[in-house]
DNA sequence: AAACAGGCCTAAA
DNA sequence: TTTAGGCCTGTT
């Protein structure tokens, strides 16, 4: 028993029962994230926090690799599962237009990921497209991440900041990615020195936090948006990139502010997001 | 071929 | 304070 959830632990599996908000696809697939992949069985692999794992939806009941002590510890807040999203969703619907996005978006929880991880990956999400920013991040966990056997097969941690400050931008050429090669090593070396302390600017004001960020370069308003509701865990950020910007002036050209959204504002963010990149966005 | 992709930085008004 | 141009690379 783990924090008011039925947990059973079974073969390697645990089974938990959810009956909020949870859709794997959605989850996994609406881009706060890039390292969870399905092989189109509604299974899906992935490596968090160190771990890798499997995670699959039957009904309401979710398995997940790993032993009861795992899912305490790592899955259940990876996982949000403390917070009742169908009731925040609810408070979310302010128009016709949240309505449906928020419909449309239903079973999205917005996962809490490793602060370091989240920082790099949305460095390297700035002007790219999803598969080639999950194919620079897979290309770095490769390389410069340590090896995990699961199930016989072998993936990768994403790798330290530490591991990566030890780099040159060179170093980098690899993956490909470009100018940002020079932020990723400078965002590395701030956090394995200290200069960045991503744990107490968690503990921050989420303008205190953005500020703070900011400092580094190649990080500008919407990437330190990204790290803060993806990886400070502050579900009141609002990260606005070239698709909420569409949403934005298509569904509110009169003005607009997130803080109608209160503390979630995050999710509501998430949900217009969603609903923006599935081609729902035009008014009908 | 040329433009664009889930930005950011710098220079210039 | 706002705006234009450039930036690595890959895809269309």
Not at 14 to 19: K, P, Q, T
Not at 25 to 53: H, L, M, N, P
Request: proline fraction near 3%.
């Amino acid at each position: 028993m783990v924090k008011n959830m039925d947990v059973a632990e079974h073969a390697g599996k645990v089974i938990f029962r959810c009956d909020d908000d949870f859709d794997l696809e959605k989850i996994f697939e609406c881009g706060q994230c890039f390292r969870w992949t399905s092989r189109g069985d509604g299974k899906y692999f992935g490596v968090a926090k160190g771990i890798a794992a499997e995670i699959s939806k039957t009904g309401n009941e979710i398995t997940i690799t790993g032993d009861a002590a795992q899912f305490a510890d790592v899955w259940h807040d990876y996982f949000d599962l403390g917070r009742n999203y169908a009731g925040i969703r609810r408070t979310l619907c302010i128009d016709d237009y949240m309505t449906r996005a928020s419909d449309f978006g239903a079973g999205i929880r917005i996962l809490d990921q490793d602060r370091w991880e989240a920082l790099c990956s949305f460095i390297i999400s700035q002007c790219n497209n999803i598969p080639r920013i999950r194919s620079i991040i897979e290309t770095m966990c490769r390389l410069f991440g340590d090896e995990l056997d699961f199930r016989g097969e072998t993936y990768y941690s994403f790798p330290s900041a530490k591991k990566i400050a030890m780099l040159e931008a060179d170093d980098l050429a690899p993956l490909r990615c470009g100018y940002r090669a020079p932020y990723i090593i400078g965002a590395a070396r701030a956090v394995a020195d200290g200069t960045l302390d991503l744990e107490s600017t968690a503990q921050r004001p989420a303008a205190e936090a953005l500020a703070e960020l900011k400092k580094l370069n190649g990080v500008g308003d919407k990437v330190a948006n990204c790290v803060i509701l993806f990886g400070l865990r502050k579900l009141d950020a609002f990260p606005i990139d070239v698709w909420m910007k569409k949403a934005i002036a298509e569904h509110y050209p009169n003005g607009f502010s997130p803080t109608v959204f209160g503390e979630y504002a995050g999710i509501a963010q998430q949900y217009m997001f969603y609903y923006q990149r599935s081609g729902n966005g035009e008014n009908k």
